[in-house]
């Protein structure tokens, strides 16, 4: 990138002390903004004056007033992402590592430490383990993923659908992902409430935090044993029997990588899918409409609201500069997913139509974007829209401005969607929702008064959907026509 004509700065720089007109005199050593603390309450309210006071590249604090770079351009965060000669994600040469700045006990040391995964390595090295993840995830079925979403979606509401009220992020956000994603490591069995917990508790950093990646390494790593012994066909034994020949130590850190990603940027964008649907009547409306589709409307909140604010860190390999900053070797940035997002040289009409407009940050870019998107997406897409599909009325039951968040550096999520909609009875877990209802065409077209017959008792609800049957076959007494057996196949079965 070629430098802006002033002379760029780097965070050695800023560290002196500001000029007393300086609007962010007194906020930290060197007047910079923290990333932390009361002024980080509203990260976004913050990264907009970050964006004001220094354009597409801001020099910020981390915990313990860590120096760091926080990169707010939609073009910049590309750049950064896209350059590996210039920019790494191994946190080994970061300088407040090698000078003690920041030690093992930082508060974010858990999120930017090095570990021997995909997305920390480079090279040969980067390209082995990622190729193995990537082979793993070209194995998994879109048809079967598909029928396991559909089948823990009717799971999950079964359980609160008669009550009339739900919270459809304790309820359900935060349990599709986790269902479906034990489905697809080849560990249906592990998939219940604590499973959940440990896993949240691990991925809000808390004082428990160390036991609950503890109890989830364990599964994993059992289940690594497992399939290593007893290959079967899902994304586990596809991973360890994969030509890079992965430890047993590496295939664990994968599926905890995978496991850990999917599942918080899954939960995440569920609900606020969800919210948005609930809260903007407008854009229910075109869902309802046909205007919009399940699938575009995921895009529009992946611009608005991304599962992931931010990702701790890349580091500058060399002396570089990144929009009119000058950025020293050992260096630390943030990838600013939000703030690009709305970067005003991208989108100048905050309120604009993206759909259909994939180019946000949402899941990165460049050799380390995010290999498992389109699981995400499918979980997002089938759920929600078997979601409304089961329960057409549901309304947001408290006021919208008493929606609570839980924010940090990482993400923003949301604490409760209470719910409330007219009881509805327990629905076969394997039974797409709305699919009886579609009548087959006459193959003779003959018009007819006929009442229709009432539709069958439905059949007893599963306790969970343990296994999935084969795709019923057609009524042999009536064949298909071609629009039923292509919602049979867009449906899954």
């Not at 990603?261 to 606020?272: D, S």
């Not at 570089?320 to 997913?337: H, S």
């Not at 292509?486 to 449906?491: D, E, Q, V, Y």
């Amino acid at each position: 990138m070629t430098p802006e004509p002033h002379s760029p700065t780097g965070t050695d720089d800023l560290l002196s002390e500001p000029p007393p007109s300086c609007p962010a005199h007194g906020t930290g050593p060197g007047g910079l903004r923290r990333l932390y603390g009361p002024e980080a309450q509203d990260l976004a309210g913050l990264y907009e004056k970050l964006r004001a006071e220094h354009g597409a590249v801001a020099p910020v604090l981390l915990h313990n007033d860590v120096p760091f770079w926080m990169v707010l351009g939609h073009g910049e965060n590309l750049h950064m992402v896209s350059s590996p000669s210039l920019y790494t994600r191994d946190s080994r040469i970061w300088t407040a590592v090698l000078d003690g700045t920041a030690g093992p006990d930082h508060p974010l040391m858990p999120h930017i430490a090095w570990q021997p995964i995909c997305s920390h390595a480079e090279g040969d090295e980067h390209q082995r383990l990622r190729g193995a993840v990537m082979g793993a995830m070209s194995t998994i079925n879109s048809r079967t993923l598909r029928r396991y979403i559909n089948s823990w979606t009717q799971y999950l509401v079964n359980k609160f659908c008669e009550r009339g009220t739900a919270d459809l992020v304790s309820q359900f956000a935060e349990h599709l992902p986790m269902a479906v994603l034990c489905e697809i490591l080849g560990m249906p069995e592990e998939y219940d409430d604590r499973m959940v917990h440990k896993t949240r508790d691990l991925l809000k950093g808390t004082e428990t935090a160390i036991a609950s990646n503890e109890y989830v390494m364990n599964v994993l790593m059992r289940l690594t044993v497992r399939r290593r012994a007893e290959p079967a066909e899902d994304f586990t034994s596809h991973l360890i029997n994969h030509p890079a020949g992965l430890s047993d130590e590496e295939v664990g850190q994968h599926l905890r990588l995978v496991l850990l990603a999917a599942y918080e940027a899954t939960a995440n964008l569920l609900a606020n899918v969800l919210r948005v649907v609930l809260t903007d009547p407008g854009f229910r409306a075109q869902l309802n409409g046909g205007q919009m589709t399940v699938p575009q409307a995921v895009e529009q909140s992946l611009w608005d609201e991304p599962p992931f604010s931010t990702v701790l860190g890349y580091f500058a390999k060399q002396d570089t500069e990144l929009g009119g900053r000058r950025i020293r070797k050992g260096d630390g940035l943030l990838l600013g997913i939000a703030p690009g997002n709305v970067d005003p040289l991208v989108r100048p009409d905050l309120k604009a139509n993206m759909r259909g407009n994939r180019s946000h940050l949402a899941f990165g870019g460049g050799p380390h974007e995010c290999p498992g998107q389109d699981i995400g997406r499918a979980i997002a897409d089938v759920g929600v829209d078997a979601l409304l599909k089961r329960l057409p009325d549901v309304q947001l039951a408290v006021e919208e401005h008493s929606l609570r968040w839980t924010a940090s550096i990482s993400s923003r999520h949301l604490v409760e969607l209470p719910v409330e909609f007219d009881p509805a009875s327990p629905q076969d877990v394997m039974e797409r929702p709305g699919v009886s209802e579609v009548p087959r065409p006459r193959p003779d077209w003959e018009v007819s008064s006929a009442r229709l017959k009432p539709s069958p008792a439905p059949r007893p609800v599963e306790p969970r959907p343990e296994a999935l049957p084969p795709a019923p076959a057609p009524d042999s007494g009536r064949p298909l026509g071609a629009w039923q057996r292509f919602l049979r196949w867009w449906r899954g079965y």
